[in-house]
């Protein structure tokens, strides 16, 4: 008869059965823990263990027993949560002492906001972090929304900066993204070939969003920017009276500069300003996001992603089969549409790349459109006659 089958009627189940000295296995969830009475205060501890057996979990207890005995291993704070770690962490990079640019750690925000703190929930403790939660919680459960692989890699290299932070500052003793294994993140690779539009077919897309996501789908397309550069734009940066648009570099110092603002899309700008002004005239001063809701947040990568992959549906963009629509093929077929018009040093400099290089191997493709002229401009510049 096991642990469990002897609690006597009426009693409280117990929550972890005893392995071995020191050594618990959670009954629900099956993981491994360690007990041990910290030797400074006299508190008992109870930590989970990223061991997949048995034989693992001994030896892990083993390990951990012996730094607790040297001194080594200090117990961590068990009061903070991720979403105190997080505020911490966010705060530390945005004053003097951080290294990163604000609009880095905007980025930071967003993508521990929309995932982390969603998925893993912002009041975990983060002493109870292990790496079965990163596995579980987070990674798996962002490939099952079908997130791709760049975000969920960018997502944990966020967090595990978090944990790090955590780390020096005494809340924890060691990060449980440390723990991860090869082959738990997914390649950063995209799986299949962007999606390059005609004019056409973009201007079909539009038309099935509404105000509050098509001007910024327009920006995507028509100014060939990547989501991050348009989400920080500033209407100091939009000049409608010289048709240019001052580009943040949210990527890399290249990514910062001047481009021209076309027609379509200083028309879409100029009605979208009017209708935030209609808000609020605070939405619409110099320093203010060009988009962003009615309580001056960011609408989030997620929420735009989502708008136009079922504003492509309703297009009849997204045939069965086929990779939906994503935010990025906007910009790569920009790309497509240039490269039928300029020069691959002009294409470079509308896409603020360093490295001509880079614009003719990453967006270097052609709409089916494009493709099928190949032939006749040959024929007309007497090749293969």
Do not use: C
């Not at 990163?134 to 791709?148: C, T, V």
């Not at 978090?162 to 993204?177: E, K, Y």
């Not at 991860?180 to 539009?197: C, I, N, Q, V």
């Amino acid at each position: 008869m096991n642990e469990v089958s002897q609690i006597s009627p009426g009693a409280k189940p117990r929550v972890r059965e005893t392995i071995g000295k020191n050594l618990y296995r959670h009954i629900a969830s099956g993981r491994y823990e360690v007990g041990y009475r910290d030797p400074g205060t006299g508190r008992w501890i109870m930590k989970r263990l990223p061991a997949r057996n048995v034989t693992e979990a001994r030896r892990q207890v083993r390990e951990i027993l012996g730094k607790v005995e040297t001194g080594e291993l200090r117990p961590a704070d068990r009061s903070v949560t991720l979403r105190d770690l997080v505020d911490a962490y966010l705060a530390h990079e945005r004053n003097a002492l951080g290294a990163l640019s604000p609009r880095t750690v905007d980025l930071y925000q967003q993508r521990l906001n929309d995932h982390a703190l969603r998925l893993l929930g912002p009041r975990t403790r983060v002493a109870d972090l292990a790496v079965t939660d990163i596995r579980r919680s987070l990674i798996d459960r962002m490939k099952r929304e079908k997130l791709g692989g760049s975000t969920i890699r960018g997502t944990i290299a966020v967090l595990s900066g978090a944990l790090r932070f955590a780390v020096r500052n005494g809340t924890l003793t060691r990060s449980p993204v440390r723990d991860l294994e090869r082959g738990d993140l997914p390649s950063a690779k995209r799986k299949t070939e962007p999606r390059y539009l005609t004019t056409g077919e973009v201007e079909v897309l539009l038309s099935k969003l509404g105000h509050e996501f098509r001007p910024l789908a327009a920006t995507l397309f028509y100014a060939a920017l990547r989501i991050s550069e348009a989400l920080a734009l500033t209407w100091a940066g939009i000049d409608f009276e010289n048709g240019s648009i001052a580009v943040p570099g949210t990527k890399t110092e290249a990514s910062k500069a001047t481009i021209p603002l076309l027609p379509a899309l200083a028309r879409e700008l100029r009605a979208h300003r009017g209708r935030q002004a209609a808000k609020s005239l605070t939405l619409v001063r110099p320093d203010a996001l060009v988009f962003q809701t009615r309580g001056g947040k960011s609408p989030g990568r997620r929420n735009v992603l989502r708008a136009v992959q079922n504003a492509a549906t309703k297009a009849k963009l997204n045939p069965k089969g086929s990779e939906p629509i994503g935010l990025h093929d906007l910009r790569h077929s920009a790309a497509g549409l240039a490269f039928e018009s300029l020069a691959v040093n002009e294409v470079s400099r509308l896409l603020r790349h360093a490295n001509p290089r880079v614009t003719t191997t990453v967006y270097g493709g052609l709409s089916d459109e494009a493709a099928a002229g190949i032939g006749e401009k040959l024929k007309n510049a007497g090749f293969g006659a």
